[in-house]
């Protein structure tokens, strides 16, 4: 969809086209799938509510494969429905290695691939992958952006700084990505640096979110806490990870496990990533960490279960 950009007008461009098309010829599948990744996006970046954006995500995947049950993009798709929305890390698995099988070097499955390396915690195989895919298709900002995440999970700032800033030059709108900037420039130790890219994010969530980060790592506690509290009345009901991150991050433990139990309780989407983030760092020798790790089945023991078999194109 429009070069593989995240924006909020080409996806909803890209939704019509492939309604119109669909119009003309309801048994072409491409154009299904194409409609189930645009609402996957959509969804993962807060532009459609979870619940109806994953449906119709799902609905659209199937309806692909019922056209056509070798389709691998639409197997891709249900590997991102399996790995964000329910949280089922060997589903995501199973249907990644099957879209992997009927075309080993589509580019964008090869990328799914990583994100999915990402969830198994196998860091060093993702960052293959996405290196891979990036060398061959350069002008795709949303495989800088997913290389950018497998670098921060790892780790590697300026390496994460680097690919986010590739995929803003690429595509200046992509929603996330000043957020992503920051949160490297964050790391990193560059505090002031990200509040400057915080404040350019165009999706609200992420730029309250982003704010109240920078601010506590700058010392300006007042305006955390106005920040933390408009991010909590904004966003604590639907994304509770998010407020979990800007409490784990200052250091408040409590705080922080009292939010992911809210987030297991709803069973939020994406829950399998957050080992990988280092917001967590100041909690992670909480033995409620050890806990909720294992609640969502992201322990190293549950993890090293999880079969995925995936190797670069010859």
């Known amino acids: 969809f429009f070069g593989g950009q995240i924006a909020a007008e080409g996806l909803e461009q890209a939704i019509a086209l492939y309604i119109q098309a669909l119009a003309i010829d309801p048994s072409y599948a ?55 929305y329910d949280n089922d890390l060997a589903a995501a698995a199973h249907h990644c ?10 580019l964008g499955i090869i990328r799914t691939a990583a994100t999915v390396l990402d969830h198994l915690g196998r860091l060093d195989e993702s960052i293959a992958l996405g290196e891979y895919v990036t060398a061959r298709d350069p002008v795709a900002s949303n495989a800088h952006t997913l290389l950018g995440h497998s670098y921060l999970y790892a780790g590697r700032w300026s390496e994460a700084a680097a690919s986010y800033r590739a995929a803003l030059r690429l595509s200046p709108n992509d929603i ?48 955390h806490e106005s920040r933390l509290t408009e991010l ?10 998010e407020v979990a991150h800007v409490f784990a991050f200052a250091g408040d433990a409590d705080a ?22 280092p917001f967590y760092r100041p909690v992670r020798t909480d033995p409620r960490w050890t806990a909720f790790l294992e609640r969502v089945g992201s322990s190293p023991e549950q993890l090293v279960t999880v079969e995925f078999e995936v190797s670069l194109p010859e």
């Open 30 to 84: 491409p154009s299904w799938d194409g409609l189930a990744a645009s609402y996957l996006v959509q969804t993962n970046n807060d532009l459609r509510p979870a619940d109806e954006g994953y449906r119709l995500a799902r609905n659209a995947a199937e309806k692909a494969l019922s056209i056509d049950p070798g389709y691998a993009p639409a197997h891709e798709s249900l590997a991102w429905l399996s790995l964000w």
């Open 176 to 223: 996330g990505s000043h957020h992503n900037l920051g949160l490297a420039l964050l790391f990193k130790g560059e505090p002031q640096a990200a509040l400057d890219e915080f404040i350019l994010e165009v999706d609200e969530e992420w730029l309250v979110k982003g704010r109240a980060l920078a601010l506590h790592a700058l010392g300006r506690n007042n305006e």
């Open 232 to 241: 909590i009345d904004g966003w604590g009901s639907e994304w509770p990870s």
């Open 256 to 277: 922080t496990f009292a939010w992911l139990d809210r987030a297991v309780a709803q069973n939020e989407a994406g829950l399998t990533e957050q080992f990988l983030l």
């Open 97 to 106: 290695e099957r879209a992997l099988a009927l075309d080993p070097a589509h």
